[in-house]
């Protein structure tokens, strides 16, 4: 069981292949290949890397999506194996860079239907990330049903919601695909004031597209091909 998560990361030599339905993995399948690092509690570590490159990969190994074939994958010095998956994710959560809401009110949208978190905390959080003034200007504010997928939100907005979303969790880990998507100066002024908010007091991983997060991580992750290519600080590379 995991209960105090300190959220240390590491990757022991990890090879890995997206199939695995016992046919023999030829050189080419492999997505990953002897990939190692690790990330300190409280670490921010940008992911960055071409298009193919690996960086989801990581992120779906690290929430266990998959088991891997080759090392270890570690939190906490913990083997993820011996983890209980939803153990695991309780500590863990993910910001992808498409936002998934479902047809609900923004409420539940952000605590995920869990009837045991607070609406003062969800207003909280909102306030926090900078949400609270969209969600307020809407007719029924936090009781506003979204539509199917979010049609009726920005690309921006849907990206504020599922911010206060990772920050009610509070998770120890965070894990960020950064949108590429653009918005506009404004929204981009609050999503990155929404990011360092999100940031604080956790270990987080970001696959990074933005220079102004590569450049404030502690830590960069060059991935190419698969393999680490590099690691440093913006200044080292
Ligand atoms: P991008 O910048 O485009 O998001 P990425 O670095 O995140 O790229 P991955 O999504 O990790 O790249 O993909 C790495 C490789 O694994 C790609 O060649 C991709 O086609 C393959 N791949 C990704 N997901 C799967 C899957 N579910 N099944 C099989 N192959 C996959
Ligand atoms: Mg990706």
């Known amino acids: 069981r995991l209960e105090k998560v300190r959220g240390e990361i590491e990757f022991k ?14 050189e080419d399948d492999w997505i990953l290949k002897n990939v190692s690092f690790k990330i300190n509690k409280g670490e921010k570590v940008a992911i960055v890397g071409a298009t193919g490159s690996g960086k989801s990969t990581i992120i779906n190994l690290i929430c266990r999506f998959y088991d891997i074939q080759k090392g270890q994958i570690l939190i906490d010095g913990i083997d993820i194996k011996r983890i209980d998956e939803r153990d695991l994710r309780k500590h863990i959560a993910v910001v992808l860079q498409d936002v998934l809401l479902f047809s609900g009110d923004i409420l539940t949208n952000i605590t995920l239907g869990n009837g045991e978190i607070p609406i003062e905390k969800v207003i909280e959080a909102s306030k ?4 609270d003034k969209f969600i307020e200007k809407l007719p029924n504010g936090y009781f506003e049903v979204v539509q199917e997928r979010g049609a009726n939100l920005s690309v921006g907005e849907k990206q504020l919601i599922s911010f206060v979303r990772a920050l009610v969790y509070d998770p120890k880990i965070l894990i ?13 002024r609050i999503i990155q004031g929404a990011i360092e908010k999100l940031l604080e007091n956790r270990t987080a991983i970001i696959i990074a597209h933005r220079l102004s997060t590569i450049q404030n991580s502690d830590k960069i992750i060059v991935l190419h091909k698969g393999e680490v290519r590099e690691i440093g600080t913006h200044e080292e590379l």
Not at 13 to 26: L, M
């Open 13 to 26: 030599n990890v090879w890995f292949a997206y199939r695995d339905d016992g046919e023999v993995i030829s």
């Open 128 to 131: 926090l990330i900078g949400a």
């Open 176 to 188: 960020l695909d950064e949108a590429t998507s653009s918005v506009d100066v404004e929204t981009e």
